[in-house]
């Protein structure tokens, strides 16, 4: 069992939290993820490890209220128990030999991005960090990228903060500009990703993504994360969740994660009739 230390909303669906798990905050890093259980009938979900404090012995996870699982953890209070907490998974960022990088949140994916931006910065690579969101109310995360980032460009869909418009308009006016990155890296939607990598292509910009698609074990045996990149098919639990963003199917990736969409509604609203 695993205890809850801290609980932060940061907005209406996105919530944060610090696992007592000293284990898992010893060894992981940026880039990777674990496996967690709410309790002992729960699915397997994946989290990406949103930061660790290895003196405190806790790792941070943020994620989206999307789905049954998801909505029983958000429920969970400090000092409450979740039932497994697995990892670190997967492989971590590569971050060796960088000098200039582009980091592209969109959404919850920038509790993923944010600790790559601020390891990069550690290492003292020029970082700038574009982060989107539909709109002000969904923001997270600003001061921390702020913090860690050389420039920062803030987004939103409907231009009720930050500047008006998606991610992909800042990258685009920068790369046309003659900015020159070593890499983008690139953690949201998939449509986003997939759109931050078309922008890049036309200039040869290396683009790094993060996929996040159906994972049950964690350690390649299910083939529920199989994706196809390069023409070849690979595991984003093992073999990822990095990959480059020019050899990815995104297309395929996207008609995989709508699988069981209407599966997760119904648990989500079965669990809404119980409260």
Known sequence: MYRIVEKKILNPTVVQLQIEAPLVANKAKPGQFII???DENGERIPLTVAGTDKAAGTVKIIFQIVGGTTEALS???EGDYIQDFVGPLGVATHLDGLKKVCIVGGGVGCAIAMPIAEALHARGVEVT??????????LILEDEFRACSNTLRVMTDDGSYGEHGNVTVPLKEMLEAG??????????PLIMMKFVTLTAKPFGTPVTVSMNPI??????MCGGCRLTVGG???FACVDGP???GHEVDFDEAMRRNTMYKEFEHEKSCRLHNMN
Not at 129 to 138: A, C, E, M, V, Y
């Open 75 to 77: 429920h969970k209070e």
């Open 129 to 138: 960090s574009i982060i989107g969101f539909r709109n002000k109310d969904l």
């Open 242 to 244: 990095d990959f480059d």
């Open 179 to 188: 900015e020159k990155f070593d890499m983008i890296i690139t953690i949201g």
């Open 215 to 220: 994972m049950i074990d964690g350690t390649g």
């Open 36 to 38: 967690l259980r709410v």
């Open 232 to 234: 070849k098919m690979k």
